[in-house]
T-cell receptor
């Protein structure tokens, strides 16, 4: 099915471990985003990529890095995981900046850091 | 920075009752988007409003954008158990095309 695919769906990490969250979209969208969702906090933007080859910080970028590998793929890396990074991570894409069609979200990665 | 506030945080209703959630911004918004997230799911785009005073309907859902483009509302008529979930509004902050999400309103429908 067309859409945004995230892997893995669940992950448990120990403090200090590193990991990469993968995201791929098959809708030929230009822009891609990484959000984290914590209870009662809504969705907070971590990083985004307006187009292939560009990345920019969002509201909560500390402790994360991203790579826009190509037009389809946008990965999020935690270099040294901390318990404060326990969250649900969503990748999203949109057709273009300020698209009238909104964002298409992936199904999320539920990350626990112990 | 821009704040997008949503009220209420939670709303319990009996099936068949109406429901309204409100979204307020500290700054003028170029547009407002609404999303629905089912429990355990991911946000799904519902609609975007762009014009001052705009009203759009999707079956039992009515979306409004305020005249000053600083507030918006989502009204559901005669709620059903399938309406359960969290409803988010999102609007771009000044100078950016990236929308800031409100914290959402969780709707609980009692059969």
């Amino acid at each position: 099915n067309a859409g945004v695919t995230q892997t893995p769906k669940f992950q448990v990490l120990k403090t200090g471990q590193s990991m990469t969250l993968q995201c791929a979209q098959d809708m030929n969208h230009n822009s891609m985003y990484w959000y984290r969702q914590d209870p009662g906090m809504g969705l907070r933007l971590i990083y985004y990529s307006a187009s292939e080859g560009t990345t920019d910080k969002g509201e909560v970028p500390n402790g994360y890095n991203v790579s826009r590998l190509n037009k389809r793929e946008f990965s999020l890396r935690l270099e040294s995981a901390a318990p404060s990074q326990t969250s649900v991570y969503f990748c999203a894409s949109s057709e273009r900046q300020g698209s009238d069609y909104g964002y298409t979200f992936g199904s999320g990665t539920r990350l626990t850091v112990v | 920075g821009q704040q997008v506030m949503q009220i209420p945080q939670y709303q319990h209703v009996q099936e068949g009752e109406d429901f309204t959630t409100y979204c307020n911004s500290s700054t003028t918004l170029s547009n407002i988007q609404w999303y629905k997230q089912r429990p355990g799911g991911h946000p799904v785009f519902l609609i975007q409003l762009v014009k001052s005073g705009e009203v759009k309907k999707q079956k039992r859902l009515t979306f409004q954008f305020g005249e000053a483009k600083k507030n918006s509302s989502l009204h559901i008529t005669a709620t059903q158990t399938t309406d359960v979930g969290t409803y988010f509004c999102a609007g771009p902050s000044g100078g950016s095309y990236i929308p800031t999400f409100g914290r959402g309103t969780s709707l609980i429908v009692h059969p």
